[in-house]
């Protein structure tokens, strides 16, 4: 009991980042209708800028408090990153809004491999590794609970609750709704809806490089591959949750993060991401919104 108990709190450790990741992916599908697969290559970039924010901090200020020096980390990664996103979304994705469907999904694979390819060239193909930050441990009995698993599994826990009520109680979440409802009727009644998407987009590369920098902190390690298969898994699980609901997102977040640690920890492991897309064809033969999906309704 105590080791499924652990590979519980393993799971759910992985799945909160992974729902911090589905959470971009499912604002900007909310609101454009568009799957920016580029999405989790600015994870990967947020954990390499909150590397190289701890290797300079670190280097001048050795003493620095460690609370201290995550949330620079968090803080400097969430602003380059949303400096990316926002230049993306206007130079590659706004120019294609009006085009057919597929012209902005093949931007976005290219945009992926644009990203994937800077920071190969421009930090090397090599595993960056870090010294552990967070070593702090707590057993209770047979179970182990690191305090980086707290971190991130609480930073979860408030910025899902931060960014609920960003969409749901805030004049921006009204515009946002009301640019996913119809953009045109949205500017029309009087909703600056390039600058609402723009917004959006910069939420969820901020999202992003906090699960970047948790994901780090977490591994202990970097490399440029680092966006593909979460970005995958993150993409999964907006799917699986319900693409445009938070909470949905979050939710399979989890679930996939459950299935992968206990599939691991039981079965082996060469198998677990089979396990995890035999899920989701299995919610969406049942279910072909998601779990917290809404039906789409058909404007006429």
Not at 65 to 92: C, D, K, Q, S, Y
Not at 95 to 107: H, K, N
Not at 251 to 264: A, N, Q, R, T
Not at 266 to 291: C, H, Q
């Amino acid at each position: 009991m105590e080791y499924f108990v652990q590979q519980l709190i393993n799971g759910l450790t992985l799945g909160s980042i992974y729902g911090l990741i589905a959470i971009g992916y499912t604002m900007v599908y909310g609101i454009i209708g568009m799957i920016n697969f580029a999405h989790g290559d600015i994870f990967m970039l947020g954990g390499f800028a909150a590397l190289i924010v701890f290797l300079i901090v670190t280097s001048f200020f050795a003493g620095i408090p460690v609370a201290l020096l995550i949330l620079v980390m968090m803080v400097v990664a969430m602003l380059t990153t949303a400096l990316w996103n926002w230049a993306i979304e206007r130079v590659a994705y706004r120019p294609l809004r009006g085009s057919f469907r597929l012209a902005p999904l093949i931007t976005a694979i290219g945009m992926s491999i644009v990203l994937s390819n800077f920071i190969q060239v421009t930090q090397g193909p090599r595993n960056k590794p870090i010294p552990p930050m967070v070593s702090e441990v707590y057993h209770f009995g047979a179970i182990t609970i690191s305090l980086k698993q707290l971190i991130i599994v609480v930073v979860t826990a408030v910025l899902l609750t931060v960014f609920w009520y960003i969409v749901n109680k805030t004049p921006l979440g009204r515009a946002q709704r009301a640019t996913e409802q119809d953009r045109k009727m949205a500017a029309l009644l009087g909703v600056d809806v390039d600058r609402t998407i723009s917004i959006t987009f910069v939420m969820g590369a901020a999202l992003a490089a906090v699960a970047g920098t948790m994901y780090m902190m977490y591994y202990g390690v970097a490399s440029f591959t680092d966006g593909f298969i979460p970005g995958v898994k993150a993409f999964t699980a907006a799917v699986l949750g319900g693409i445009g609901s938070l909470p949905g997102a979050v939710l399979g977040g989890l679930l996939i993060g459950l299935i992968e640690s206990l599939w691991s920890a039981y079965f082996t492991i060469a198998y677990k991401d089979v396990a995890t897309f035999g899920l989701l064809a299995f919610v969406l033969i049942f279910k072909p919104t998601g779990i917290l999906g809404r039906p789409e309704v058909e404007k006429v």
